[in-house]
């Protein structure tokens, strides 16, 4: 019974002791570290930054999908856009695009886009569906999609450019080589 309170009374000594060490210690770490506040780095611009992108003579505010995850993901999960709000899905050749609606929960139109920025074609993809939508043109370079009915509404129809200048700044605001995606 000694022996084990005695073995208690020695932890609980060094306890005592060590205690204001490990502070002491925590705190020097802290007061060692170097970063501050103002010197941490700008985060970068992510898929929920919008840019303005004009299509025709109409200003919209355009997400850019351009990694691959990216256009994988969409609007997959958006439950709501604002009027002139939609996304950009940018690819590096040009080739016949598919898309599906698959856990997006609003209709949606896209309009399928030539490498100089003419509009070829709208689609209209119905909330959730897991049938692809394609474009009739193996010569799409990208596609922006919008809540249905938003390029009849704005009168933006196949013919009119999407301005290649706010595509390429948003690319580079994002990150991303312009070049790659915009010849």
């Known amino acids: 019974m000694q022996a084990k309170l005695a073995t208690q009374a020695?932890?609980?000594t060094l306890d005592l002791m060590f205690r204001p060490l490990l502070l002491a210690f925590a705190l020097a770490l802290v007061a060692c570290d170097?970063?501050?506040?103002?010197a941490a780095p700008v985060p970068e611009?992510?898929?929920?930054?919008?840019?303005?992108?004009?299509?025709?003579v109409v200003l919209t505010q355009l997400r850019v999908a351009a990694s691959d995850l990216?256009?994988?993901?969409?609007?997959?999960?958006?439950?709501?856009?604002?009027?002139?709000?939609?996304?950009?899905?940018?690819?590096?050749?040009e080739t016949r695009m598919?898309?599906?609606?698959?856990?997006?929960?609003l209709d949606l139109?896209?309009?399928?886009?030539?490498?100089?920025?003419?509009?070829?074609?709208?689609?209209?993809?119905a909330a959730r569906e897991t049938e692809t939508t394609s474009s009739a043109s193996d010569q799409v370079r990208?596609?922006?999609?919008?809540?249905a009915g938003w390029f009849r509404d704005f009168g933006v129809k196949p013919g009119d450019q999407v301005n290649i200048d706010d595509l390429r700044a948003a690319l580079k605001a994002r990150g991303f080589d312009p070049k790659r995606f915009i010849p």
């Open 142 to 147: 990208f596609a922006i999609e919008m809540r």
């Open 98 to 105: 598919s898309f599906w609606m698959k856990e997006t929960p």
């Open 45 to 56: 611009l992510g898929l929920e930054t919008r840019f303005p992108v004009r299509m025709g």
């Open 70 to 93: 990216e256009k994988a993901r969409g609007l997959m999960g958006v439950t709501r856009l604002a009027e002139a709000e939609g996304m950009a899905f940018m690819y590096d050749a």
């Open 10 to 12: 020695i932890a609980g």
């Open 109 to 125: 139109d896209i309009g399928f886009f030539a490498r100089d920025g003419t509009l070829l074609e709208v689609r209209m993809m």
């Open 34 to 38: 170097s970063r501050r506040p103002e």
